[in-house]
């Protein structure tokens, strides 16, 4: 089974732009997590999907939003980036259902620089 | 956002030592999992516990879910070159629909 795969893995763009960042989960998963990790911060969750809705939404500022669409693939979108959204961007995709098993697998991450 | 209290921060060991690690939060979480992450990389699960008291092994790693449903620790025995990297511990409190809290990582560095 393939795992998690984000893309790009690296990106540079200036203060002001916006990115969208792309995650496709494990086949079969639902639910998609993303995550940012800064050194500072450490891993902080910015929000999950799961069967194209969003299901739960960490405190982050409404320039950070996302999406999922019917295969389950996810788009997260960043505007008017600043200088602090330099960061690692994680996603994790799970079943997301409510068995008290399921665990989130994570891909290898966007590497967001902004100038 | 919400962070667990994960110690040590830093380890630096021997090859062929022990190495112990652990967790804790103010808050009851009803899963706790091990990730690991090596430089330029998404975390890797190591271990995934889910009842309390829980103790589960994977090779040479060894993690238990405490009783209390406050507190995690892992163990890896004679350790490797190969377990260089961040440890992170994380919580959850209902598996498969809240989110992942983390804890700030362990560094581990391994002498040859």
């Known amino acids: 089974k393939a795992g998690v795969t984000q893309t790009p893995r690296y990106l540079i763009k200036t203060r002001g732009q916006q990115v969208t960042l792309s995650c496709s989960p494990i086949?079969?998963?639902?639910?998609v997590s993303w995550y940012q990790q800064t050194p500072g911060q450490g891993l902080q969750f910015l929000f999950e999907?799961?069967?194209?809705?969003?299901?739960n939404k960490g405190n982050f500022p409404g320039r950070f939003s996302g999406r999922q669409f019917s295969n389950s693939r996810s788009e997260m979108n960043v505007s008017t980036l600043e200088l602090g959204d330099s960061a690692l961007y994680l996603c994790a995709s799970s079943t997301g259902g409510l068995a008290g098993t399921d665990t989130q697998y994570f891909g290898p991450g966007t590497r967001l620089t902004v100038l | 956002g919400q962070q667990l209290n994960q110690s040590p921060q830093s380890m630096f060991i021997q090859e062929g030592e022990d190495v112990s690690m652990n967790c804790t939060s103010s808050?009851?979480?009803?899963?706790w999992l091990w990730y690991k992450q090596d430089p330029g990389e998404g975390p890797v699960l190591l271990i995934a516990l889910y009842k309390a008291g829980e103790l589960t092994s994977n090779g040479r790693l060894t993690a238990q879910f405490g009783i209390t449903r406050k507190d995690s620790f892992l163990n890896i025995s004679a350790s490797i070159p190969s377990d260089v990297g961040i440890y992170f511990c994380?919580?959850?409190?209902?598996?498969?629909?809240?989110?992942?809290?983390f804890g700030k990582g362990t560094r581990l560095s391994v002498i040859a």
């Open positions: 994380a919580g959850q409190r209902w598996s498969g629909n809240t989110p992942l809290v």
């Open positions: 999907y799961f069967s194209e809705t969003q299901r």
């Open positions: 086949s079969g998963h639902r639910s």
């Open positions: 808050s009851i979480f009803n899963t």
